[in-house]
């Protein structure tokens, strides 16, 4: 049986890490594919419903409209919703998005006398090539296939809407 670093239980290897920025991506993508459509949520909300920052899932927000999978409405009654169709959001192609387009093994800080042709580099921009692509074999809709569980797990109910905005709305 294998162990050491990066074993986990169960035979899964894990040592590859998403960025705080990709995992907020792909949260907020997930609780937006939750709403009906073109249902806007508030980065507020999401963010006291995940109990992230907001000022970081902000900033994350910001990239994925820039990208095209999140559309921004502003104003009193503005909120963000999905722009394209949970099925056509590729997991790798957000994750090369968010995540640092720097190298998996930086030596330029490094005074390894290997840096200026390490036999690492290849291997490991192979590895993350590989990771994005078993990541694309995965949309948005897929991370959706048990939405009222999830629903359940953020907070909202069956209609799609937060709790509180359901309640604030059959009280106004």
């Known amino acids: 049986m294998e162990s050491g670093p990066g074993f986990r239980a169960g035979g899964a290897h894990c040592p590859m890490r998403l960025t705080r920025h990709t995992d907020y991506a792909f949260r907020a993508l997930i609780y937006l594919g939750l709403l009906e459509k073109e249902q806007l949520a508030t980065i507020g909300n999401i963010a006291t419903d995940y109990g992230i920052s907001r000022n970081h899932l902000m900033k994350v927000i910001q990239k994925l409209v820039q990208s095209g999978y999140v559309h921004s409405v502003r104003g009193k009654f503005g909120g963000v919703c999905?722009?394209?169709?949970?099925?056509?959001?590729?997991?790798?192609?957000?994750?090369?998005?968010?995540?640092?387009?720097?190298?998996?093994?930086?030596?330029?800080?490094?005074?390894?006398?290997?840096?200026?042709?390490?036999?690492?580099?290849?291997?490991?921009?192979?590895?993350?090539?590989?990771?994005?692509?078993?990541?694309?074999?995965?949309?948005?809709?897929?991370?959706?296939?048990?939405?009222?569980?999830?629903?359940?797990?953020?907070?909202?109910?069956?209609?799609?809407?937060?709790?509180?905005?359901?309640?604030?709305?059959?009280?106004?």
């Open 82 to 172: 999905l722009r394209l169709p949970p099925g056509e959001v590729r997991l790798g192609a957000v994750a090369r998005v968010t995540e640092s387009h720097e190298r998996m093994l930086d030596c330029r800080d490094d005074n390894c006398p290997l840096s200026s042709e390490c036999p690492l580099q290849d291997a490991m921009d192979e590895a993350m090539d590989a990771f994005f692509l078993a990541l694309d074999r995965y949309t948005l809709e897929d991370m959706l296939a048990q939405p009222e569980r999830l629903a359940a797990l953020v907070g909202m109910d069956g209609r799609g809407l937060p709790v509180r905005v359901r309640r604030h709305v059959a009280g106004h």
